[in-house]
């Protein structure tokens, strides 16, 4: 297994130390962990990178992109999604949910704010290019 130099960036840019949604109340990050990034000889360029993300109770993401396919599959709790000019698409346990490259996600978050979600991702993305870009 090879881990890709961009997940600490990822994870940074995910976590609530990065950035928060309102200074006076931040939302708590998630905790985002590298499972396995894979180069893709078949599409020459591209690799896959799976992660996994636990967001505690209340906890929320920043507005980011990812320049990539990615793929979500919630494995506890419930979690809110989003991309600009979509509807928010509340998800448990189950069931997965999708954003393409030019997405821009403005809403992921947890629909709880007393149990932890938890959540697996996996992104066909650019090889060396980073996992998660903050903002729009």
């Given at each position: ?5 961009s997940l ?5 840019l ?6 928060a ?5 931040p939302a ?7 499972v396995l ?7 020459p360029?591209?690799?896959g ?5 636990d ?12 320049d990539?396919y990615?793929?979500?599959y ?9 991309v ?5 698409v ?5 069931q997965?949910w ?10 992921s ?16 993305k650019?090889a060396?290019k980073?996992a ?5």
């Amino acid at each position: 297994m090879r881990v890709h130099h961009s997940l600490a960036l990822a994870a940074l840019l995910l976590s609530g130390s990065a950035l928060a949604q309102h200074p006076a109340h931040p939302a708590p990050g998630p905790v985002v962990k590298p499972v396995l990034t894979k180069a893709l000889p078949e599409y020459p360029g591209k690799e896959g990178l799976v992660l996994t993300v636990d967001y505690p109770p209340g906890g929320s993401s920043p507005l980011h992109h990812h320049d990539a396919y990615a793929f979500v599959y919630v494995i506890e709790g419930s979690v809110v999604m989003a991309v600009k000019g979509g509807k928010e698409v509340t998800l448990t346990a189950g069931q997965s949910w999708s954003e393409a490259p030019g997405d821009i996600h403005t809403v992921s978050r947890n629909a709880s704010n007393d149990k932890p979600a938890k959540f697996v991702v996996f992104l066909l993305k650019d090889a060396g290019k980073p996992a998660v870009i903050p903002g729009a």
